[in-house]
């Protein structure tokens, strides 16, 4: 019994069976490749070969009788096909497994970082997606302290004087906040990348110099990614802010509105999203919970 190239094939196990399919006798082959059944009652049977590596292989089927030798022909043994698996999945599933660990980020443990990608190529977000995802950061129970955090300081200073003090001002300012935020974050997040098809979220850099990541961070306030992958200038986020601030002369005090306001909003924002991505890069998410390749092959 050989391979193809020739060699011998040892420890094969051999079965010789009836022709009604029923096994008669069984032996592993020699280091020679060779092997012999004897005391075989007369009728019809197969040899089956089966050996590691190596197709099964069952010979034709022959007639032993009573004192007469069968020897069978050469068997060549080819090699045998592997058996792979593949599993594909759609993008957008990938997505929602990326995104799930994507929600479970938070910086110190507390602050979300949910636009925080630790994957280069991460898997593009649907539309739904993109709004899920900017609804669940944007309520977080996180960002409500941020408000009244914002809201008191605005209060201490007396920003926003037509507001005035007291209680009173201080629910109109923590509301101005709410609203600021809440428009700037899926106007940015979810309805300008949206319509732009672009990806709202910041691709962690981790490596290089200082002053590369310094750079990377910075610079992904102005450049982003489309959902096809193409290195484009950050419309989402200008677009965004710039809309969120116009929405805000709507229920500023009426002596604070006006193209400076928006200005001033707009303004604010663009730096929010650089201190962010700064944070993002120098301040990461725990090593354990970072998920810096995909674990999954992208069907796209």
Sequence with gaps: MLDLSGATVPGAKINLVHSDGTQSHNMVSDADGEFSFTKILPGSYLVVVNARGFAPFTSTQFLATDQRVYRVPNISLSVAMANMEVMVRTTDLIAAEQIRAEEKQRVMGVIPNFYTSYIYD???????????????GTFDPVAFMGVGFAAGIEQANNSFAGYGQGASGYGKRYAAKFVDGRSSDLLTHAVFPTLLHQDPRYYYQGSGCFRSRLMHAVGSAF?????????????????????????????????????????VNAAVGLAGRVG?????????????????????????
């Design 122 to 136: 991460a898997a593009p977000l649907t539309w739904k997606q993109k709004f899920s995802l900017a609804v669940r």
């Design 223 to 263: 450049v982003t990614r489309s959902d096809r992958g193409r290195t484009e200038p950050n419309y989402s986020y200008f677009f965004g802010d710039v809309g969120s601030a116009a929405l805000s002369n709507l229920y500023y005090p009426q002596a604070n509105r006006g193209a400076h306001l928006v200005f």
């Design 276 to 300: 962010g991505n700064l944070i993002r890069e120098f301040f990461p998410v725990h090593a354990g919970q970072r998920f810096r390749s995909s674990l999954v092959s992208q069907a796209r």
